[in-house]
């Protein structure tokens, strides 16, 4: 079962434009990860950002998480066409790494 | 290229017919897990195995037998198979806790 939901469930942008996806889950975790999907292939990590942790950065990529609320975001500043595909939050609540995934945001760069 | 090697990228197979999944990583990680992807949803976990022992089954039906022959393969075996398991299956490994999960590519499966 998916442990929570991500918002918007599509985004439609041009290049250079920056993509804002949301994320909000139900129980207390001890991380939350973000993962890339195109289309057709296996997920990539993207980033990890733990329970005492406020915000992460990782080149063109900003997440934040506030425990509080129970939700994170994802940035993309300054996309590209290159990063049109899937994304998707997953919770991490202990037991060896067992994710809970959130039902993904679909993002189209259009040139 | 990923670092999770999965074979074979597509299988096609009768609902009686018994086959295998295939994963195999090289990176000392100690944590294996399979999921099982529908179209236009997210992964849902299927099994983990910690140290080469399963430590997670998601109340999988037993027509999907894993095995973890050694810490770098993981195997799902299949057999009388229903068309609704037609699907994506991914393999995933990790160090452990709070550490993340690398993916390969998937096998897609389709259930004639």
């Known amino acids: 079962s998916q442990q929570g939901e991500e918002d918007p469930q599509a985004l439609s942008i041009q290049e250079g434009e920056n993509a804002t996806m949301n994320c909000s889950y139900k129980?207390?975790?001890?991380?939350l990860q973000w993962y890339r999907q195109n289309s057709g292939r296996g997920l990539v990590h993207l980033i990890l950002i733990r329970s005492n942790e406020r915000e992460k950065h990782s080149g063109r990529l900003r997440v934040t998480l506030d425990t509080s609320k129970k939700s994170s975001s994802l940035l993309i500043t300054a996309s590209r066409a290159a990063d049109t595909a899937s994304y998707f939050c997953?919770?991490?609540?202990?037991?060896?790494?067992?994710?809970?995934f959130g039902a993904g945001t679909q993002v189209v760069v259009t040139p | 290229d990923t670092e999770v090697t999965q074979t074979p990228k597509h299988l096609v197979m009768g609902m009686t017919n018994k086959k295998s999944l295939k994963c195999e990583q090289h990176m000392g990680h100690r944590a294996m897990y399979w999921y099982k992807q529908k179209a236009k949803k997210p992964p849902e976990l299927m099994f983990v195995?910690?140290?080469?022992?399963?430590?997670i089954n998601e109340s999988v039906p037993s027509r999907f037998s894993p095995e973890c022959p050694n810490s770098s393969l993981l195997n799902l075996h299949l057999h009388a198979l229903q068309p609704e398991d037609s699907a994506l299956y991914l393999c995933?490994?990790?160090?452990?806790?709070?550490?993340?999960?690398?993916f390969g590519d998937g096998t897609r499966l389709s259930i004639l």
């Open positions: 997953a919770t991490d609540a202990g037991s060896w790494g067992k994710l809970q």
């Open positions: 129980t207390s975790i001890n991380n």
């Open positions: 195995y910690s140290y080469e022992k399963l430590s």
């Open positions: 995933a490994s990790s160090q452990g806790n709070n550490q993340p999960q690398h």
